[in-house]
Every structure is written in structure tokens, then in C-alpha cells.
């Protein structure tokens, strides 16, 4: 049997449990897919948490992940045994093998490894929809982008960069800061210790931000909103520090007739043209040059607790995969 790793009741990492989970030959429209690396997302710590809901219990946790296919069931045409593949979204990833609707893959191009393909799928998918659809940026657009050097972060500065953005980046430490620099970051706010709507100010002659890309949450909502121009788009992506608490419209007409949106990828990804759509402008990114993918931690799959550990005290760069 196939091992991976389950939650069976909501808590801190300790909550994680690797054992064996039984698997079904794929049914009608799925595959079976042996899973060579799997996605470490923030989205797993909030449904381990209880934050999100995870369904029934016991549950795998996990959202993201590449391998080979090696079995396929009734009807799949599209997709042969062998094939390397990868999915955004899908729950149920921490695991050695699983089975999944054959359409909720992509096939991987040549320049894309499995373990890259676990490092972008989820969070290359967002910074896409993030940059060309939540708040399309446009060239010489000063925005704001938070945990600017991680999972998410680092693939946003980028890419947001070659779209002719000015990228102002909060990070957590200086070593953050150097990072996020290195990846095209025109500026960085300190913000444990620095004031971002102060700064902000500072650095955009009064005017603020066109958008703040905010996945911090709770801690930084205020911040952000004091942080953009008139007409500036607030893209509320994330509660890393916990969920923003609810607020009185009228908020967004005093600081400026503002726009506020709370996305998440799974609308962005809900039919099979807007996944591939997304999927090909990423890949085209990465095969471009445009994207450097960042693996700048990897762990063995029975260690996933070590991971989430690791992630929720800041003490993680860039993407990590997790190895089945
Ligand atoms: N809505 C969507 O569709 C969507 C999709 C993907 C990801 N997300 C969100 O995007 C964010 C980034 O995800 P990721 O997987 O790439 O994680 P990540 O950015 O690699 O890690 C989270 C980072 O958030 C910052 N942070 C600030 N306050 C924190 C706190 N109280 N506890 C922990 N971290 C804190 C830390 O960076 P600093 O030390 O630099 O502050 C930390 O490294 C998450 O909020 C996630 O939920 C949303």
C-alpha cells in the first residue's frame, strides 16, 4: 500500500500522521498516478489548522503535485501511461500514489522537472492570475508585494518585473531582503520593523500604490489599504498572520474610492481553458527565462511536519517540495 500523510483531527504540525492508505485502480475519467514530488502551499497549514474546511476526516492533506502516470481508467484518451504530469489543486497530494481526474492534469514540457513542476503549479498559477487578472499591472505601476521572498513572493517580484513594474517587497529579514533584491525587488520595506504605509509614502512622492498583493492577512490589512493611490486595488490573497477581520465598506471610500478583492486560484482554475490558459502562459514564463524557480527546500515526504513547521515560522525562501 501506498503511504502518505493524513490529519485525522485539526492542530499544529504534530497532527500529521505518515501511514499506509489503501488505492482503488482509477475509476471512469481518472488515472493513477505515482508522485515523484509534491507542493508545499500555505493552504495545507490552514486546512491542517481547521481554517479552511478539510472535509471528512481522516484526509490527506496536500493541494499540489507532479509525477508519472501509471495506470488509466475508463475513457481517459488524452493522456498515455508514462507520461509526466502535474496538477495546481487537487486535495489529497501528500501521498506516494494517488488516483485524479485525468483533467485536472497538465502535461509537463521538457524544460519543466517534476520538482519545478511542484514548486510553480499552485503558487505560479496564482502570481498569473494575481498579475493579469486581479489587478492586470501595467508598466511603470509602482505595487506592493508582501512575503515578497517566498513561495508566491518570489515568482510574483519576477514576473511582475517583467511586466515593467516597480516592485516594492516587504520581507521579514535582511536575508529576505537580499533575496527578494536579487529577484528584482526595486525596493524593500522591513516591515517587522518599518512602517509600510510611511515608507510607501516615501518612496512613491506621496502618491501610493496601484496595488497592494497582500497574503500576510490580519496583521498588514490596514497597511495595505493606507498604502494605495486613489483608485488603488487591494488584492486581499492570503491570512498567513490570520484571517482579516470584517470591515465597513465605507473605509474603502475615505482612503480613496478604493477597490478591494479576496481571490483564491480555484476560480481561477475552475474549468479546463482557464487551467490550461494559465499553465501555458507559466510554462512559456519559465522556458523564457522569465522565471527562475526557486527550490530552496526540500524535505522527505514522512517529514511534511518538519515542513509546516518550517513554513509557518518564516524560516522557509522561495518554494519546497516534498519527496514521496
Ligand atoms: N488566494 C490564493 O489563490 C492563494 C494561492 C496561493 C497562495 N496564497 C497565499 O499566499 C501566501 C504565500 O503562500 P506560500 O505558500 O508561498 O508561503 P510563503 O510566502 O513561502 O510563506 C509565508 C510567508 O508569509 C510571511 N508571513 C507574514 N506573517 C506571517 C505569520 N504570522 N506567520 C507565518 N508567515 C508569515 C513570511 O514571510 P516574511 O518573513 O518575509 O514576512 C512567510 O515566509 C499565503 O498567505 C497563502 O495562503 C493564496
Known amino acids: 500500500m501506498p503511504k502518505a500523510i493524513r490529519i485525522h483531527e ?21 488515472v493513477r498516478l505515482r508522485q515523484t514530488a509534491v507542493g508545499l502551499n500555505f493552504i495545507d497549514v490552514y486546512i ?7 472535509g471528512e476526516l481522516p484526509a490527506i492533506l496536500g493541494m499540489e503535485a507532479a509525477g508519472i502516470v501509471e495506470a488509466l481508467g475508463e475513457g481517459v484518451t488524452h493522456l498515455t501511461v ?22 485536472k492534469l497538465l502535461q509537463l514540457p521538457e524544460t519543466v522537472s517534476e520538482r519545478q513542476a511542484a514548486a510553480i503549479m ?22 506592493l508585494v508582501y512575503a515578497a521572498a517566498g513561495g508566491v513572493g518570489l515568482l510574483l517580484v519576477q514576473w511582475a518585473k517583467h511586466l515593467g513594474a516597480r516592485v516594492i517587497g516587504c520581507v521579514g529579514s535582511d536575508e529576505k531582503a537580499e533575496l527578494a533584491r536579487a ?6 520595506i522591513l516591515y517587522r520593523r518599518e512602517s509600510i504605509p510611511e515608507r510607501v509614502r516615501a518612496l512613491t512622492a506621496g502618491e501610493g500604490v496601484a496595488a497592494a498583493y497582500d497574503s500576510v492577512g ?29 470591515f465597513n465598506p465605507g473605509i474603502l471610500a475615505t482612503k480613496g474610492s478604493l477597490y478591494f478583492t479576496r481571490p483564491t486560484l480555484a476560480t481561477h482554475i475552475a474549468t479546463r ?22 527550490i530552496n527546500q526540500t524535505y522527505p515526504l514522512a517529514e511534511a511536519a518538519r515542513a509546516h513547521a518550517d513554513l509557518e515560522a518564516r524560516k522557509t525562501t522561495g518554494s519546497s517540495v516534498l519527496l514521496p
Open 10 to 30: 485539526h492542530g499544529d504540525a504534530a497532527v500529521l500522521r505518515w501511514e499506509p492508505v489503501e488505492l482503488s485502480p482509477p475509476g471512469p475519467g481518472e
Open 48 to 54: 491542517r489548522s481547521g481554517l479552511y474546511p478539510a
Open 82 to 103: 508514462g507520461d509526466r504530469v502535474a496538477y495546481p489543486m487537487s486535495p489529497g497530494a501528500y501521498a506516494q500514489a494517488r488516483n485524479i481526474a485525468a483533467d
Open 122 to 143: 499552485l503558487k505560479g498559477l496564482t502570481a498569473h492570475y494575481l498579475l493579469f487578472r486581479s489587478y492586470p499591472v501595467q508598466p511603470g505601476d509602482s505595487i
Open 183 to 188: 529577484n528584482g525587488c526595486d525596493e524593500i
Open 218 to 246: 490580519r496583521a498588514t490589512f490596514m497597511d495595505s489599504l493606507d498604502s494605495l493611490r486613489p483608485f488603488g486595488v487591494m488584492v486581499s490573497y492570503g491570512n498567513a498572520s490570520g484571517p482579516v477581520e470584517p
Open 273 to 294: 481553458a482557464l487551467l490550461e490558459e494559465g499553465a501555458g502562459r507559466l510554462f512559456e514564463a519559465v522556458g523564457d527565462g522569465k522565471l527562475h524557480i526557486q
